[in-house]
């Protein structure tokens, strides 16, 4: 069974830096891209950013780009998302997704307000 | 970029009524478009991939059609349990987009 969990949520002031962490399980992790997804209060489904299995290939939203950064790590089943320059409408909860996206974990919730 | 144009943004239906969700790319996507449901307080969860195929475990009241530009989601009679908000997700080009979402309630 595919699990994946999200953490590292929380609150934080304008400009400053969050990194949340999505682990994997039940699936031959490096086989399959990776993506965050995020969904603000009430509203609905923004794509965030994308890896490729082995790592090589990144992808980003124009919204973030620059100010986020996707990573993973093969051996032990992790994919992260660090997140710099963190604004007001970064405020979501953020989902990681297996490869087209047919599983989702449950979503970590970032919070950045002052 | 792919815009995704979903319609309509909301909809009411009775229970054992047939709806119908429609998605329109701005350019051709093949069929690499999938459909989501979303209950509140949840992981939205893909029904149909490739545009038609049902994912394991999803009742056959759903079902998806279309190709290119013009895409379909189907309930063919409304449950009690179906009452959600509905998304497609374009994974042909990046980024990836999705539609606005639809929210389906009760009549």
């Known amino acids: 069974e595919v699990q994946l969990l999200e953490s590292g949520g929380g609150l934080v002031q304008p400009g400053g830096s969050l990194s949340l962490s999505c682990a994997a399980s039940?699936?031959?992790?490096?086989?399959?891209?990776m993506n965050w997804v995020r969904q603000a209060p009430g509203k609905g489904l923004e794509w965030v950013s994308s890896?490729?299995?082995?790592?090589?290939?990144?992808y980003y939203a124009d919204s973030v780009k620059g100010r986020f950064t996707i990573s993973r790590d093969n051996s032990k089943n992790t994919l992260s998302l660090q997140m710099n320059s963190l604004r007001a409408e970064d405020t979501a909860i953020y989902y990681c997704?297996?490869?087209?996206?047919?599983?989702w974990g449950q979503g970590t919730l970032v919070i950045v307000s002052s | 970029d792919i815009q995704m144009t979903q319609s309509p943004s909301s909809l009411s239906a009775s229970v054992g009524d047939r709806v119908t969700i429609t998605c329109r790319a701005s350019?051709?996507?093949?069929?690499?478009l999938g459909w989501y449901q979303q209950k509140p307080g949840k992981a939205p969860k893909r029904l149909i991939y490739?545009?038609?195929s049902l994912q394991s475990g999803v009742p056959s009241r759903f079902s998806g059609s279309g190709s290119g530009t013009e895409f379909t989601l189907t309930i063919s009679s409304l449950q009690p349990e179906d009452f959600a908000i509905y998304y497609c997700?374009?994974?042909?080009?990046?980024?990836?987009?999705f539609g606005q979402g639809t929210k389906v309630e009760i009549k």
């Open positions: 039940g699936f031959t992790f490096s086989s399959f891209a």
């Open positions: 997704a297996k490869g087209g996206a047919g599983e």
């Open positions: 997700l374009q994974h042909n080009s990046y980024p990836r987009t």
């Open positions: 490739a545009a038609s």
């Open positions: 350019q051709g996507i093949r069929n690499d």
């Open positions: 890896i490729s299995g082995g790592g090589g290939s990144t």
